[in-house]
């Protein structure tokens, strides 16, 4: 299976400020097909998973330019700029190239 | 407005069985994969299985391929996870998600 690996373990981050989350894979998450299926989502306190960035760079419909997605081949990152009290959570990556799919560790962002 | 609401979850004693449902609305459910995503208290997430729209290709991770069954039913707009032989480590939320959304999830509690 492939393996993400998130770093940092956690984040905090003042108001204001930028976050920078990377995740690592044990693989190419470059499909076939060329395109690389490598998802990031939030999961806020007490709610599901909310997608924020789909392959690699993608907003979601309704996700705020301050959340951008960049990377390649096997190292990708999450960027958070302007950071905001609703950004905290933990945040997830997600490859959907190789089967069975496979999450990160996740990164716990927090707000001074 | 999409919308995904699991059902079925509770309290279960080891080695039995639970069928969760997950009643889809807001969108054409034939069009799309589904999917169904566990979280064990306090842990990050783990990808169970996709289904396609028409039921000819089902994805699990191997770990869960034994114990689980994933199926669907367009003319009630379902989709289903069939779970055997349950045990503490299958206490989790459990979770279905289409492309871009996730329901609430319904609690699942192994437990004698």
């Known amino acids: 299976d492939v393996v993400l690996t998130q770093t940092p373990v956690s984040l905090l981050i003042s108001l204001g400020g930028q976050a920078s989350i990377s995740c690592r894979s044990s693989?190419?998450?470059?499909?076939?097909?060329?395109?690389?299926?490598l998802h990031w989502y939030l999961q806020k306190p007490g709610q599901s998973p909310q997608l924020l960035i789909y392959?690699?760079?993608n907003r979601f419909s309704g996700i705020p330019d301050r959340f951008s997605g960049s990377g390649s081949g096997t190292d990708f990152t999450l960027k958070i700029s302007r950071v905001e009290p609703e950004d905290l959570g933990v945040y997830y990556c997600?490859?959907?190239?190789?089967?069975?799919?496979?999450f990160g560790s996740g990164t716990k962002l927090e707000i001074k | 407005e999409v919308k995904l609401v699991e059902s079925g979850g509770g309290l279960v004693q080891p080695g039995r069985s639970l069928k969760l449902s997950c009643a889809a609305s807001?969108?054409?459910?034939?069009?799309?994969?589904m999917g169904w995503v566990r979280q064990a208290p306090g842990k990050g997430l783990e990808w169970i299985g996709e289904?396609?729209?028409?039921?000819?290709?089902?994805n699990y991770t191997p770990s869960l391929k034994d114990k689980f069954t994933i199926s669907r039913d367009n003319a009630q707009n379902t989709l289903y996870l069939q779970m055997s032989k349950l045990g503490s480590e299958d206490t989790a939320i459990y979770y279905c998600?289409?492309?871009?959304?996730w329901g609430q999830g319904t609690l699942v509690t192994v437990s004698s």
């Open positions: 997600l490859q959907r190239t190789h089967n069975p799919f496979t």
């Open positions: 289904i396609n729209k028409d039921s000819s290709t089902i």
């Open positions: 998600a289409r492309w871009g959304y």
């Open positions: 807001g969108f054409n459910f034939n069009d799309y994969w």
């Open positions: 693989q190419s998450l470059v499909h076939s097909n060329g395109n690389t299926y």
């Open positions: 392959q690699v760079s």
